[in-house]
């Protein structure tokens, strides 16, 4: 009698799955290596770098970088507060608001249901544009050379908003509200003690996503922080290292001598490369703590709308 | 009660729309061709009517923003403090500078610019994001030919009617001054960069050979080219070229200023001896002359012997690469357009011994004499009072100094003979680009310099013959759409063949018939058509 292995109907076959295997093996490994690399250039000694170029065996190793980077630039961990600061205050602030205004939209007995719901997918079609955005936000709101500048912009996020309202309704039965509501609870009471709780993963997945956005983002830092210097998130001021360089290697033909000087005072390539491995490893580890909640949220996003 | 709220909130809604849609107005303009902004309109009436008059200046606040600094926030509030204090006495004027940083200047300011930002007075110059004349054109900045005799007259006679005419442009309000023209290094000479250090390992005498001059199609040239390949070996390449520069200097042209279309497409050929010779030139297509066939092809040579490394002839890393390559010594022969004194600061970076050899003589045209520009702003509530700082700044060496250098004490001391030393570990938190800053011929000079530094500096300069075609702008305006496919031509051949890595019997007629359908002849007859009129006039 032969052994016939049973599979369940949704499992591919043995040879499939090693092909399978293979391909996703070697993306993971597509996306880690430059990484890995990243990490390795900023333990490489400068010497080396300038001997044989990036090279994944540098000829000596060294953590002047880091040493350097943490003494003489204090502005590096004024930068690095300044981003928790923000992620963890616009994470908190967009994510309130975004699930606040899903809920709304979610409540079939909110008479403006669909102007509110209109109001903000209409936005994820036409955008202001960045000149009359950078112009209201600038004159009109003041957000300019402070920590709300750097928050607020990114404050709501129409898809998010749309997202969160297509969990509400996949996951929360009217019914639940309307049990709460004859129990007596109020309404503020039925958020926070029936919604909330049941729509932890929906929530946990826009935190990520808003973090995330928070994290990453130097552009309005780049629009609204120009004299302030000191509020630069990291991202911002490794942008701006970057651009730096490439600005005046770019631009060496129309300036002449001068753009050559100032390139001679350009961080190291090291030091560009520590930055990047101090941006990303505080991301990296947040994302575990949301991963059990990522999986449940990607689907609600395959059926938005 | 809710219904009240929610019409409220509606009313807010629809308010907020209505903001939206006046502010577009202004975005549009910036992007498009046309005039003044309404914004801009009612700014220049109220700064019309407020006249500076009488000894007591109201006080006022002026932002001004700087290009490519590296400063810290305190270190600048440092110096501040000591400057506004000195210019409180002096015109009541307290300056709130916004250090631009290299690399985001160009989309800040251009932000800022469209969005209408309460900044006073802006870099500008014909290389940035804020070209001069484009925003002159656009109605950005303030025209200044009238106000320049009454609140700047020292500042008018200070900078040489050359530089002044350079900055004469064809702007919003008609043929004018739209900005000050900062006095630097205002000509051009395109020298051969080199390393005297390798050249007399390789048995030469560097004084004779620098003496003498290179010559790029001498055998002497390619000889010295390949001794240093055999001597270094295979990885090492001798001929460090930055195409562009390369080709400009060996065939001898010139910028056209005002030529956006991508790369200096139009061209006009001068004496390298006697630039201002005229020699009867007009302005051409560069690429369908026989002295660009010559250079194509001698490059293209040298390609062929392994002089020019590979990674200078892609465009993703030739930039990279010849910096660090300059930077670490590793060339024999580079090209670089030179600045006074600059062979010193190379030779101390770099640790070899740095020769600059001339290929032409100095001359001045606009794009030298608009590389650094201060603008004011039409959107400066105090045009006046920003021109009688900016006169003071490029006048009074007190405020050069302070701006451009900082506070004695605090990033600097004197020394006996005059010339200052920086204070290193807080002139690094303070160091504005230099020449972006105005008139440097007034800052004290460095030890390092030499006490008569600025003399030799302003002598070398002015020494400097101006191109036939003087202060001739090209106003492309009229060709935007031909610029535009040229670019796009341009992008695809140009850099190759300048670099020599691809052979120019096969490419350059291909280039040209696909120049030629992108529409060169009539940008070519659009330059001359406004040559002939500026010469005429």
Sequence with gaps: ?305 | MKRILSLLIALVMVLTFCACGNTEKPAADSSGTTGNTSGTNNNANTAGTQTASGNTLEPVTLKMWFHGSTVTPEASEKVMAELNAYLKDKINVTLVPIWGTWGDFDQRVVTALAGGDDVDIYFTCNWSANEYNKYARDGYWVKLDDLLPKYAPELLNIIPGGIWECAKTNGSEGMGIYAVPGLKDTATQNCWDVNGTLLAELGYDVDAVCAKGLDYYSDEFEEMLRKAKEAKGADFYPLLIEPAVLERMVTHSSIITGDLSGGNVLSFYYDAEHPSKDLGNKIVNKYATEEFKKFAKRTYYYAQKGFISPSCQNVATANDYRTSTQNSGQYLIGTQSYAFGCELDFSKARGIDVRMVPETAPYMDCTSGQGAMMAISKTSKNPERALMFLNLLNTDPKVMTYVNYGVEGFTYTTNNDGTISFIPENRQNYSPWTNGVGNVRILPPTKEQGPDFWTRFAAYYNSAETLPYGGFIFDSSKCETEAAAIANVYAQYAFNLMSGAVDPDAVLPEFLQKLESAGINTLVNEANRQLAEYLGK
């Design chain 1, 1 to 305: 009698m032969t052994m016939k292995k049973h599979y369940s109907f949704n499992t591919a076959s043995i040879e499939s799955r090693i092909i399978m295997h293979i391909v996703l093996f070697a993306f993971s490994v597509c996306c880690i290596i430059p990484f890995i690399f990243v990490i390795i250039i900023s333990f490489s000694s400068e010497a080396s770098i300038k001997e044989i170029g990036y090279s994944f065996i540098p000829l000596e190793w060294s953590t002047s970088t880091y040493s350097y980077a943490f003494e003489k630039l204090p502005q590096i961990w004024r930068s690095f507060l300044n981003s928790i600061y923000i992620t963890a205050v616009g994470t908190i602030l967009s994510t309130a608001m975004c699930a606040l205004y899903a809920y709304a939209l979610y409540r079939p007995d909110f008479k403006y249901r669909k102007f509110f719901t209109f109001f903000s997918f209409f936005t994820m079609i036409f955008s202001g544009g960045l000149v009359p955005t950078y112009m209201i936000s600038k004159q009109v709101l003041h957000l300019s050379e402070n920590y709300a500048a750097l928050i607020v912009p990114l404050l709501v996020s129409p898809f998010n908003i749309i997202v969160m309202r297509t969990f509400f309704k996949t996951s929360v039965p009217l019914e639940l509200i309307e049990a709460a509501t004859i129990d007596g609870s109020g309404e503020y009471s039925t958020l926070c003690r029936v919604v909330l709780p049941i729509a932890k993963p929906g929530i946990a997945t826009i935190a990520l996503l808003n973090a995330l956005a928070y994290w990453n983002d130097w552009f309005q830092a780049l629009l609204y922080i120009r004299q302030n210097k000191a509020l630069q998130p990291l991202q911002a001021l490794l942008m701006e290292l970057q651009n730096n360089v490439d600005y005046l290697n770019r631009m060496a033909g129309q300036m002449g001598t001068a753009a050559i000087m100032e390139s001679m005072r350009a961080p190291t390539h090291t030091l560009r490369m520590a930055l990047v491995v101090l941006i990303v490893v505080p991301i990296a580890c947040a994302y575990p703590f949301f991963q059990r909640y990522i999986v449940a949220g990607l689907t609600i996003g395959s059926v938005k709308g």
